[in-house]
């Protein structure tokens, strides 16, 4: 249904992204749904005049969400921004390389909201037929073959052979096992992909803003300079009324100039105390430089992980197929077996019957 849907809808937007859907048991931590970068795009249906974001992982549809004019999407930070679907009862979440990938998305999914909303607005009922039209039924007819077990016939309706079950139910088992050991693989790279992204995206800011902050320093710096020298220039002006104290200005030109001393006083405790806020910046930043380091040999020790996991998926692969191959043998054992048993069966019949004609006469 879904190449269906694809074939007759048109792509009007595409951009790449990481996808995060909510944890359904929590409603609060993100899930990733994509190991890397997908594409996202937004498709049109001109036959229902509908629009859907739809994101295609491998082969499987990790974002199919049909946008309504009651959908909103929130930037919650400078790359990433999220929507609610509640038809798939899900909220998704994507992270962006850049902001203005993000401010692109955004005023797209703004257009295609309000496109949305104009075509329902002018065509509400034709809409509704086409969604009801595209309803399916599920066939509710099983074949008995199906159903039941295979049995095999040996002499009569009483007598019945069953295949041994307990080869399929190991192999079951064995499969259950493998899927589990690489989707436990698969969620630990992702929930690491997803926690270096979040400390790269903290990562560049901090780095902007050490980047600005010493860009200010010098600046700072030389005002700093200049403000010390008018203040000691003010204090030796001071200095000099109160030595001439009947030669020189009005008691209230120095109280101006005590007051402007003052404040020159406070912004330079101001500046120094923004100073020692940029060193204790400074400090964070190697720390998350630190912790960015430890989240990559994780990741590391995770992909060497990895490729035990896949070397003992491909040694439980090849058991897997030996077992096949000991179970058909056993198969076409037993088949041959029933063969023989039927042909004696046969033999025996005969020589009941001609024992019967031979005690008859």
């Excluded at 159903?147 to 399929?168: F, I, T």
Aim: hydrophobic share 35%.
């Amino acid at each position: 249904m879904f190449s269906l849907h694809r074939e007759r809808e048109q792509p009007i937007f595409s951009t790449r992204a990481h996808v995060f859907q909510i944890d359904p048991a929590t409603k609060r931590n993100w899930i990733p749904a994509s190991k890397h970068a997908v594409t996202v795009s937004f498709f049109y249906d001109a036959n229902r005049h509908a629009y859907r974001i739809i994101s295609v992982g491998g082969t499987k549809a990790i974002i199919n969400s049909m946008i309504s004019p009651n959908m909103t999407f929130t930037k919650t930070s400078q790359k990433f921004g999220q929507w609610a679907d509640s038809r798939a009862n899900t909220v998704y979440g994507l992270g962006f390389a850049t902001e203005q990938q993000l401010h692109q998305f955004a005023e797209r999914f703004k257009e295609v909201k309000e496109a949305t909303r104009l075509a329902r607005e002018k065509s509400q009922d034709k809409m509704e037929l086409s969604s009801a039209a595209l309803s399916i039924a599920a066939p509710q007819d099983l074949s008995d073959e199906l159903q039941s077990p295979p049995v095999m016939c040996v002499n009569g309706p009483e007598d019945k052979l069953y295949r041994s079950q307990s080869a399929d139910i190991t192999l079951s088992s064995e499969k259950e096992r493998i899927k589990k050991m690489l989707s436990e693989g698969s969620i630990c790279e992702m929930n690491l992909e997803a926690e270096l992204f979040s400390l790269q995206d903290s990562n560049a800011k901090l780095v902007a803003a050490l980047h600005e902050a010493n860009a200010n320093v010098e600046q700072w710096k030389k005002q700093l300079a200049a403000y010390q020298d008018e203040t000691e220039r003010l204090r030796d002006q001071v200095a000099d009324l109160e030595a001439h104290g009947g030669h020189g200005p009005s008691d209230m030109l120095k109280d101006e100039l005590t007051q402007s001393l003052e404040e020159l006083e406070n912004l330079l405790k101001a500046k120094d105390e923004e100073i020692r806020i940029l060193q204790s910046k400074k400090s964070d930043f190697h720390e998350l430089e630190q912790e960015r380091e430890e989240a990559i040999h994780r990741l590391q020790e995770l992909e060497m992980r990895n490729v035990d996991l896949e070397r003992r998926v491909q040694n439980a692969e090849q058991n897997l197929a030996s077992a096949l191959e000991d179970r058909d043998r056993s198969e076409n054992e037993v088949q041959r077996v029933v063969q023989i048993l039927d042909v004696k069966i046969f033999d025996l019949n005969d020589l009941r019957q001609s024992l019967v004609k031979l005690i008859s006469k």
